[in-house]
């Protein structure tokens, strides 16, 4: 059976970039462009040349990729010709595979926005495409407002999309620019629009202000648009774009699509996709969403007992697609609810080798137990539970001992100009010798951090690499007095992350323990020597 064509667009570095506190910059954007080329996104929109600086040096060459590369900008202005308007002038020049404009398609924006009359809108479209055509360009038109646009004058709406479609336009691509259309209106208009285009023309732009973006982009597929846009992690103004990490592996694993529709992603390409997501992220200095679907950390964890066993049995139980089918992987974790099964699967993960009846399964199970009821969440600290688990089979060698800490914070100047200054002492002895270390940071956590790792004589080379990316504390009332309980995550230079605990009824104590963990986890991870 032949399947049909299914065109994926990504729009991360133009739409993307658009996200509150996310800003590329050119080398990012090489590396972003060339890591979704190698994902087999077909189109890849690398910005707007001419806008700023870094979009107009990033088109200034050629790429070398194999996606189509595509430039994005406006239509040429209302009065002007494509031969006398500067912003067309340096799309046309840019070094791009494909050219994207955007245009209004709603008459209540024509007259507002742009301050022009319908007819001279139309007229730029039809210029624009055919100039860019001229120049040897692949050419998309974004609809902008097409759905609202539609909705309030459906005839003109229509006539901006046939418009470009007419002068010869590959796509023409509906905008829902401002995210609130719900699926059912989607599917309804997109099946009217491809009575007039093809929908092998067509293309959706959906926003996710009523978090159905990926389901608008679904619901117009099924209506017969053949071009999905989308950004990486769902990255976009406002509420974000539709998420190409979740559509991707739902056109290539749900049969309702995988047996309709080919990608340019191939099954080996669709195995790249938790880390291309990831990736992102670190770029962006931003934690993961754990719960991403697919490709999140909690994507495939299961925690009830009687799942994890059913899991281990057969993994199809509780599963609605194989981890792996996208790089991610199976979790089973290790918590109160748990029982042998969790954690003896969570061991065998780790690869711990060990008898199912051994006892310390159960002696571990019962400190995992007891430890959860103050406080501590092994769940979430992956790497915590496998020092624990490692420390009860006596595996994790001696390194050092901190044999002291201080940690001082002091506000210092008058009420104008105040001034809080945190410092820290450690003394840690390796082989006898204790080596005294000093730090500043900005807070007492910081300063703490700086300070231990500063100097772990000669362990210090296996944790150069090592970074912390997160830290989040939880108050809990644990029925005598607040408790506090600290969860660090870090990540070293191979790109490895992992999660630690520290619970206490002080902050700092707790913090510390869980900055040991993570670097006696790190030592551990790189076989240093006792
Ligand atoms: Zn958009």
Redesign the pocket.
């Known amino acids: 059976m032949s399947r049909e064509r299914l065109y994926l667009f990504d729009?991360t570095l133009r739409?993307g970039a658009?996200t509150n506190g996310v800003d590329f910059t050119l080398a990012d954007k090489v590396a972003v462009a060339a890591m979704l080329d190698k994902l087999g996104i077909d189109y890849v929109e690398g910005g707007y040349p001419g806008a700023n600086p870094a979009d107009t040096e990033f088109f200034s060459k050629d790429r070398d990729l194999k996606t189509t590369f595509t430039a994005f900008g406006m239509t040429r202005r209302p009065g002007r010709s494509t031969s006398n308007d500067p912003g067309l002038a340096a799309l046309l020049q840019a070094k791009a595979d494909a050219i994207c404009f955007v245009a209004k398609s709603w008459d209540y924006h024509v007259r507002v926005a742009l301050e022009t009359t319908d007819e001279e809108n139309l007229a730029s479209i039809r210029d624009s495409v055919q100039a860019a055509k001229a120049a040897g360009r692949e050419v998309l038109l974004?609809c902008e407002h097409f759905f609202d646009g539609y909705k309030a004058n459906p005839k003109y709406a229509l006539s901006c999309a046939k418009a470009a479609y007419d002068a010869g336009a590959r796509w023409v691509v509906l905008?829902d620019?401002n995210g609130g259309t719900l699926p059912n209106e989607v599917e309804k208009i997109v099946g009217e629009v491809v009575k007039t285009i093809p929908g092998n023309h067509v293309g959706i732009?959906a926003?996710n202000d009523t978090e159905q973006a990926v389901a608008n982009s679904f619901a117009a597929v099924r209506a017969g648009a053949r071009q999905i846009q989308g950004t990486l992690n769902g990255l976009?103004?406002r509420c974000g774009?539709a998420n190409l990490v979740s559509i991707i592996p739902t056109l290539k694993l749900k049969s309702e699509f995988a047996e309709k529709f080919e990608i340019g992603v191939s099954d080996a390409q669709l195995k790249l996709l938790a880390h291309a997501s990831h990736t992102l992220d670190e770029m962006l200095n931003r934690a993961p969403n754990r719960y991403a679907p697919y490709v999140g950390e909690n994507a495939f964890a299961t925690k009830a007992g009687i799942h994890a066993s059913a899991i281990m049995k057969d993994p199809q139980t509780y599963e609605h697609v194989a981890p792996d089918t996208v790089g991610n992987k199976r979790k089973v974790l290790v918590s109160d609810q748990a029982g042998r099964a969790n954690v003896l699967a969570e061991l065998d993960r780790i690869g711990l080798k060990i008898a199912k009846d051994d006892p310390r399964v159960t002696k571990l199970l019962e400190t995992v137990k007891e430890r959860e009821a103050l406080g501590y969440a092994y769940e979430a600290a992956d790497a915590s539970f496998e020092l624990l688990a490692r420390r009860m089979l006596g595996s994790v060698p001696h390194y050092f001992d901190v044999s002291y800490f201080d940690v001082k914070v002091e506000q210092r100047g008058n009420s104008a100009e105040l001034e809080t200054l945190t410092t820290a002492v450690v003394k840690v002895k390796i082989d006898g010798e204790t080596l005294i270390s000093a730090g500043e940071g900005n807070g007492p956590i910081n300063a703490l951090d700086v300070a231990l790792r500063k100097d772990l004589g000669k362990y210090q080379k296996f944790i150069s690499g090592l970074e912390l990316t997160d830290y989040r504390v939880r108050i809990l009332n644990g029925g005598t007095g607040a408790v506090t309980r600290v969860l660090i995550e870090s990540r070293d230079e191979t790109g490895e992350r992992w999660a630690t605990i520290g619970v206490s009824p002080n902050i700092i104590e707790a913090s510390f323990q869980a900055l040991m963990d993570s670097i006696i986890y790190k030592l551990v991870r790189s076989g240093a020597p006792a």
């Open positions: 729009t739409d658009q974004d905008c620019t732009h926003h976009g103004e774009n």
